[in-house]
């Protein structure tokens, strides 16, 4: 493993109700990357994601797109301290 990264994702667009946040999960565990997803209030999602720096930036290149039933219109990203406390990736309600 190489360097280590963490994100907080705020992914917006028509992205609650078109299986975003189980497709991040799928992703993620695709990728090895731990963290979770939920929806927020205001209609869009959260993510926080860690591990593999690469594999990070890949569940972001992802995020930009999301599955085929969303239009996401921008996605911010904030890296954090890594901290490697996160086991998994889960969705959140």
Same mark, same amino acid.
Request: charged fraction near 35%.
């Given at each position: 493993? %190489? ?5 907080? !994702?705020?992914?917006? /667009?028509? @992205?609650? /109700?078109? &299986?975003?946040? $189980?497709?991040?999960? *799928?992703? #993620?565990?695709? !990728? %090895?990357?731990? %963290?979770?997803?939920?929806?927020? #209030?205001? +209609?869009? @999602? *959260?993510?926080?994601? *860690? +591990?593999? $720096?690469?594999? @990070?930036? /890949? ?6 797109? %999301? ?14 301290? &890594?901290? +490697?406390?996160?086991? /998994? &990736?889960?969705?959140?309600?």
């Amino acid at each position: 493993m %190489g360097k280590s990264r963490r994100v907080r !994702l705020e992914i917006y /667009g028509r @992205v609650q /109700g078109v &299986f975003y946040r $189980a497709s991040t999960r *799928e992703k #993620a565990d695709e !990728l %090895g990357v731990n %963290g979770w997803v939920r929806n927020r #209030a205001d +209609g869009s @999602v *959260e993510a926080l994601a *860690e +591990g593999d $720096a690469d594999a @990070v930036a /890949g569940l972001i290149d992802w995020a930009h797109e %999301g599955p085929s039933r969303a239009q996401v219109e921008r996605v911010e990203v904030t890296d954090e301290e &890594f901290e +490697g406390d996160l086991r /998994g &990736f889960k969705v959140r309600r």
